[in-house]
């Protein structure tokens, strides 16, 4: 599954026509990989609907089956996992392959850590290149034992445990992938597995462990963020799932209609986690015209439709408090910053040097080289709005990061010169059909 061919360029041109339609996203790719994680874990058969059939979520279906699930597409977005239960999973025969999907190797090493079976896991060359001490670190607090090649980087071998501790843990970054494995791992820890997040992330591991059956005590802490709970072990019920649409695909849809001339499009069944939001507020910030129908409520999760028509975006200045609620969607919000009037101050971007690619710099560099005026101040970033002048013209360096190379190919849309992506074959991990899509828009992409 990992990609291996030679790099697929694109060139993309000013486009001219405003986007119109109506479009549903693929399936949420967080909760996607929970959902067939969790499914694996579980006694009894799951279906999943709407799961997301990227790279980095097919990549997760696979070493669950390696793990012993029996996973099987019946239809397009309709899986069927029989899980394994917990404490159940068969020992792999082989390296178990992560790709280019960070989720996938930090929840897994959670799960791994309280299984009695020995593993050893890589990725391709920018998932090995990532850190994986964050993961480390509290679940050697197991007595699992992690022997890393690179500095605490993949490839990884894991010798799991039988009688697992429990792990007691504050995180010192906000991350959703950390406090996941921790819990993941506490399925089969003997006793209370405890987390505090200084800053709350993305719930969707609590929210569907709830779905699964399984208590969650979550306690707002006294300073902000909050402390997660979860007495092992335990055992998970199977239990249908419906994936909501990706609200970090949204963006691209989102950001495309606000900027492009005369745009309206109605965007169906997007995941609205509150705490997957935070692009939507900034947008909003910018002074967007970003409509919400039908919200409602479905295992867990909340989904609505987003209507978005074609605005003046004006420069933000973001606190660091909204960074956990869209970390994903700074490349493409650069995009809507670039465009806008004014200057946009973004805060607080550390984490963002850690993703499929130094995000941080990789922004930077895809703006300088067409013509938009970027700062940096430590971790913050400042854009220069250039009011609807994109001079556009530079090549974009994408570096495996898919959403580097959807955010360059929205920039291209709006820019004077043509821009060339260097690579679009990432796109796939996350957003299959993003052309397609694009295109039933109105995008006109010669892919
Ligand atoms: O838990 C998850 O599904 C994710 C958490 C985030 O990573 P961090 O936990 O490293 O912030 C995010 O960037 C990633 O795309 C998906
Ligand atoms: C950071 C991302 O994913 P992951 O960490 O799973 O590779 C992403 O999708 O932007």
Redesign the pocket.
């Known amino acids: 599954m990992t990609v291996t061919h030679s790099k697929r360029p694109l060139v993309v041109s000013f486009l001219q026509q405003p986007l119109k339609g109506k479009v549903n996203v693929p399936g949420d ?2 909760i996607s ?2 959902a067939l994680m969790l499914s694996a874990l579980a006694n009894g058969e799951t279906k999943i609907t709407g799961l997301l059939e990227g790279e980095d979520v097919m990549q997760t279906a696979q070493v669950m089956r390696a793990l012993g699930a029996i996973i099987h597409q019946k239809a397009p977005g309709e899986w069927h996992v029989i899980g394994k239960g917990v404490g159940y999973l068969n020992e792999p025969d082989d390296v178990l392959n992560m790709g280019n999907s ?2 996938s190797a ?2 897994l090493s959670g799960i791994l850590s309280t299984h009695n079976i020995f593993s050893v896991m890589t990725g391709d060359c920018s998932l090995r290149k990532r850190p994986m001490r ?1 993961v480390i670190e509290p679940l050697s607090q197991t007595g699992a034992q992690f022997i890393t090649r690179n500095e605490g980087r993949l490839p990884m071998a894991i010798k799991g445990v039988e009688k697992a501790n429990p792990v007691t843990y504050r995180l010192p ?8 494995a921790i819990l993941l791992a506490g399925l089969n820890a003997n006793g209370m597995t405890i987390v505090e997040e200084p800053i709350a ?2 719930d ?2 609590e929210n569907m462990l709830n779905h699964f059956g399984v208590k969650v005590d979550i306690s707002t802490l006294a300073e902000k963020g909050r402390k997660i709970c979860l007495q092992g072990p335990t055992k998970l019920v199977a239990k249908d799932v419906n994936v909501p649409g990706d609200p ?1 695909s949204a963006a691209f849809v989102m950001v495309a209609g606000l900027i492009i001339s005369g745009s309206e499009i109605l965007i169906e069944n997007v995941g609205l986690n509150p705490l997957r939001t935070g692009i939507i507020e900034a947008l909003k910030m910018m002074g967007a015209n970003l409509q919400i129908s039908n919200k409602r409520q479905e295992g867990g999760e909340i989904t609505g439709d987003i209507i978005v028509k074609n605005t003046t975006l004006k420069g933000v200045d973001l606190p660091v408090s909204i960074v ?1 609620s869209m ?2 969607e700074f490349p493409i919000l650069s995009v809507a910053a670039a465009y806008a009037k004014g200057e946009s101050r973004f805060r607080g971007l550390a ?1 963002l040097r ?2 499929e690619s130094d995000r941080f710099n990789s922004i930077i560099n895809m703006l300088r080289k067409n013509g938009v005026s970027v700062e940096s101040h430590g971790d913050d970033m400042i854009i220069e709005g250039t009011f609807g002048n994109i001079l556009g013209g530079g090549e974009v360096e994408t570096h495996m990061d898919h959403r580097l190379a959807m955010s360059a190919s929205i920039l291209g849309l709006v820019a004077k010169k043509t821009i060339t992506i260097d690579d679009i074959r990432f796109i796939r991990t996350s957003f299959p059909g993003y052309f397609e899509l694009m295109n039933s828009l109105g995008c006109g992409f010669q892919i």
Do not use: C, M, W, Y
């Open positions: 790719k967080s990989h929970r960070g989720t930090r929840l964050r970054v906000a991350s959703a992938q950390v406090k996941s992330t993305r969707h591991t970090s956990p970390i994903d984490e850690v993703k």
